[in-house]
């Protein structure tokens, strides 16, 4: 399995740095592992094979072949792993006394609420779409809506608000390239799932 960075996180990282923040830029940085980490673990207890595991501005992705494929007590174990990972920092940080507690609890308070909510690529999204795979295209337009109004509302709180228009832009983007090749996806999952027409026998191959 191969452990890497999206190469977004290095300006999103960058306009933390340039609050004159470090410490939030490291606390925010260890948030985002410890909540890779519980997917990973659960992707490990269900025996998934995990490919790549990404690090994103929102948490991250791990790249799991045929995840549509997997039982669906699988996908939402997995799924689940990462918000799960958050509360359990987040009980920590609440239940200890320690340098930067208040900044810790902020931080996994913000990425749990942001992960749950119900939009694509995030858990919260990921979840919904286990329960209503067939909603995904509605998914995806509610998600690049909602992003797109996030990402106007955010501009208006410049600089102050740059990590976080930031993050809207991405996802807003992640979902408009989901949008794009929303067909590709669909030929992939018919071929997996063996449903995709086999072409027709020319007769003449035959004599």
């Excluded at 072949?65 to 039982?71: D, K, T, Y």
Aim: glycine share 6%; proline share 7%; aromatic share 10%.
């Amino acid at each position: 399995m191969k452990y890497r960075m999206h190469p977004v996180m290095i300006p999103f990282l960058l306009a933390i740095i340039a609050g004159g923040n470090v410490s939030f830029y490291a606390i925010v940085l260890g948030s985002l592992l410890f909540h890779e980490a519980g997917h990973l673990l659960a992707a490990k207890w269900t025996g998934a094979p995990v490919r790549q595991c990404v690090i994103m501005p929102y948490g991250g992705e791990i790249v799991i072949p045929r995840f549509s494929r997997l039982p669906e007590k699988d996908r939402l174990l997995i799924i689940a792993g990462g918000p799960a990972a958050t509360l359990l920092l987040l009980i920590v940080a609440l239940s200890i006394q320690m340098p930067g507690r208040d900044l810790l609890i902020s931080t996994q308070l913000a990425l749990l609420g942001m992960n749950l909510m119900p939009l694509l690529p995030l858990d919260g999204g990921r979840a919904a779409l286990v329960f209503f795979p067939e909603q995904k295209i509605a998914f995806i337009l509610i998600s690049i809506a909602v992003s797109a109004a996030a990402a106007i509302f955010l501009a208006l709180y410049l600089p102050q608000s740059a990590p976080y228009l930031f993050l809207a832009l991405f996802l807003l983007l992640q979902n408009i390239l989901h949008w794009r090749y929303r067909k590709y996806e669909r030929i992939l999952e018919r071929v997996y799932s063996g449903t995709f027409p086999k072409p027709a026998v020319d007769r003449q191959s035959r004599l």
